[in-house]
């Protein structure tokens, strides 16, 4: 799919996913809006620069997305960064799918069937066999996601204190 802007040649408007550093500067910053969304859907209210400070802090800085514990894959959209998503291993053939992420204006574009399709291919490369996922209750549009791309509902596989919902896709 292409647009055009008047008198130019037509630009993608395609969604490209690429793997990232978590401490890049296009990803921190992704990684740094996906927190600010959770912090403020599960709390109800704003947060700022310093609550998220001290959330990237205490262990959520996704530092563990790299090679050998995981993944980030970055998602651009006309060569801007627009969207994350993560893998981690949870042992030989499992991997967790973690920090879904597409920014809000874009959304309802295609993005996040892009990211989760681009973290099977790289889960399938990496020798996965499934994929496991955890998340909110309030999190619905994330939960009707994973259902429509073929993830089903399992009993909990961790005890991770946010989580309502766990998830699982086999990945054949």
């Known amino acids: 799919m292409t647009e055009r802007i008047r008198g ?3 630009i993608s408007t ?3 996913v690429e ?3 978590p401490r890049s500067t296009d990803a921190a910053a992704i990684l740094r809006l996906y927190l600010a969304e959770m912090i403020t859907r599960y709390y109800g209210r704003p947060t700022d620069d310093a ?3 001290r959330h990237l802090a205490n262990g959520h800085d996704s530092a563990d997305l790299t090679p050998s514990t995981g993944l980030l894959l970055l998602a651009r959209r006309r060569g801007e960064a627009v969207g994350c998503i993560g893998l981690r291993h949870l042992d030989a053939r499992t991997l967790e799918l973690t920090r879904m992420f597409v920014r809000p204006d874009t959304r309802g574009q295609g993005g996040a069937a892009e990211l ?3 973290a099977e291919a790289a ?3 990496l020798g996965a066999h499934s994929i496991r996922l955890n998340t909110r209750k309030d999190l619905v549009e994330a939960r009707a996601l994973y259902a429509k791309h073929g993830y089903t509902e399992i009993p909990p596989y961790d005890n991770h204190p946010l989580a309502d919902h766990w ?3 086999q990945l054949g």
């Open 8 to 10: 130019s040649a037509p």
């Open 14 to 16: 395609r969604w490209t």
């Open 19 to 21: 793997p990232a550093e």
């Open 51 to 53: 609550e998220i400070d």
């Open 116 to 118: 989760l399709g681009a």
């Open 123 to 125: 889960a399938r490369e």
């Open 167 to 169: 998830f699982e896709k």
